[in-house]
């Protein structure tokens, strides 16, 4: 099971960013997905998930309206974009995969975890 996450980097504030998330087939066939966010000294948190189908997305209060994720079935991919990037929005960003379809916003719900991709925003 393998999840490789990629497209962090450096902007600015109110830049955006698209995060990508490839996975094995298998772990991307199997379950939702989702992304989590982790600065040092604090607990990594909860950014946005979607159900195995698609069809059911869950984000967090501080990202609401305007980051997005999807999936695209045919590349086994996840993606996260950012738009209107704020300076607290910087994190390192990893995405997570379940075995079952329902998205949730728990971070102990999910089985397998990717490597992280940097994201920083600058004021």
């Known amino acids: 099971v393998q999840l490789q996450a990629s497209g962090g980097g450096l902007v600015q504030a109110g830049d955006s960013l698209r995060l990508s998330c490839a996975a094995s087939?298998?772990?991307?066939?199997?379950?939702?997905m989702a992304w989590f966010r982790q600065t040092p000294g604090k607990e990594r948190e909860f950014v946005a998930a979607?159900?195995?189908?698609?069809?059911?997305?869950f984000y967090a209060d501080s990202v609401e309206d305007r980051f997005t994720i999807s999936k695209d079935n045919a590349k086994n991919t996840v993606y996260l974009q950012m738009n209107s990037l704020k300076p607290e929005d910087t994190a390192v960003y990893y995405c997570?995969?379940?075995?079952?379809?329902?998205?949730?916003?728990?971070?102990?719900?999910?089985?397998?975890w990717g490597q992280g991709t940097l994201v920083t925003v600058s004021s």
């Open positions: 979607i159900s195995w189908s698609g069809l059911s997305t």
């Open positions: 087939e298998r772990t991307f066939s199997s379950g939702a």
């Open positions: 997570a995969a379940r075995r079952l379809k329902a998205a949730t916003r728990l971070r102990n719900e999910y089985d397998y």
